[in-house]
């Protein structure tokens, strides 16, 4: 006969288990963990999203020294905020820290509550960063979930289906919020990231280290792989771009890109609408967006005198896309 499964534990039982593991195990030493405001926590936050810890630090402290608080970055230019966030990628969310900064300045006098119904109001500030400031900044009671706490808590809990429909994603949500604990809430949504991010891992979890591996069911019914069950993906398509490339050894030829296009108002090689016929070839490369591949052709031309030759010193100064970035760079090796 199979052993019984162990139910997993009360809010407060397992709020005693994270906590207790998170001041042992947990991450300490994180800038953005020193002496936490709203305002940190939304640059951080947002700089997290798609990106890894390691690769953020060094643009977060930038990032501070330069616009310290809601005001200054909310009083600097677009360009600016762009090319500070150069090679971060996903340009958008620059933009969106950008459009909260000037909203919490210009609707909140610079102030943000700890309120997470209010915090969404900000532009860009979804419930999981409402969530992070709440719990983060003020050490409020609010739930939080993003993509560590929902792995952690489907195979702790035993959630089937598809996590990324809304039923099983309100599911998650529901139990966030049920298990927020009323104090502590800053080292308990902690100890919950830190779990899916470095014990209940996607691949290869570390579940004989695991505080709680005894209450969870992904681990007693073995299907700690199985969880978080996703749909398959259908492929994503791939278009074609190309570019002009103008470049001597004083420098290149650059624009800067409309607002609707993609990579907007970033500073890039000249694309063309087709393909070019009499052009030379000059480099390929690929590039994957979330919602398509973009096949990349670059082409030696002459641009008209009037375009903008940018000196490769100062290369650096201007927001380009990353992949463009990186051919530059490397051509520029070259030259
Ligand atoms: Fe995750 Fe394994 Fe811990 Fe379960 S036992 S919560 S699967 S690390």
Redesign the pocket.
């Known amino acids: 006969m199979n052993d019984p499964i162990i139910p997993p534990l009360a809010p407060v039982a397992l709020h005693h288990a994270l906590i207790t593991w998170q001041q042992q195990n947990g991450r300490h030493d994180l800038p953005w963990q020193q002496q936490p405001t709203p305002y940190s926590v939304l640059v951080s936050e947002i700089m997290l999203q798609q990106t890894q810890v390691a690769t953020v630090i060094p643009y977060y402290q930038r990032w501070l020294e330069k616009f310290p608080n809601f005001e200054s970055l909310a009083a600097a230019s677009e360009d600016d905020v762009l090319t500070l966030w150069q090679g971060l990628g996903y340009y958008s969310r620059a933009r969106n820290l950008h459009r909260a900064a000037q909203f919490v300045v210009a609707e909140r006098g610079g102030i943000l509550p700890p309120c997470s119904e209010q915090l969404r109001e900000v532009p860009g500030v979804g419930p999981y960063t409402a969530g992070a400031i709440c719990a983060f900044a003020f050490d409020h009671p609010a739930p939080l979930v993003d993509g560590n706490v929902t ?2 808590f489907s ?2 809990f035993g959630i089937t289906g598809d996590v990324t429909s809304s039923r099983v994603s309100k599911h998650i949500w529901q139990l966030a919020d049920d298990y927020t604990p009323p104090q502590n809430n800053r080292v308990y949504a902690q100890a919950l990231l830190d ?1 899916g991010a470095t ?2 891992t996607p691949s290869q ?3 004989h280290g ?1 505080p ?2 005894s209450s ?4 007693q019914t073995d299907r ?1 792989l199985q ?1 978080p069950e996703k749909k398959k993906k259908a492929p994503i398509p791939t278009r074609a771009g190309w570019f002009g490339l103008d470049v001597d050894p004083t420098g290149v030829v650059l624009v800067q890109r409309d607002t609707a296009a993609v990579w907007p108002r970033l500073w890039c090689l000249p694309e063309f609408t087709e393909q070019p016929t009499k052009l030379e070839l000059h480099g390929e490369f690929r590039h994957t967006f979330s919602h398509y591949k973009l096949n990349v052709q670059v082409f030696t031309y002459q641009a008209a005198a009037d375009n903008r030759r940018v000196p490769w010193q100062e290369l650096t100064d201007y927001a380009l896309p990353t992949p463009i970035r990186r051919y530059l760079m490397a051509l520029k090796k070259k030259l």
């Open positions: 792995r952690f195979r702790y779990m014990v209940c979890p570390q579940c695991c709680v591996q969870c069911n992904a681990w700690v969880l």
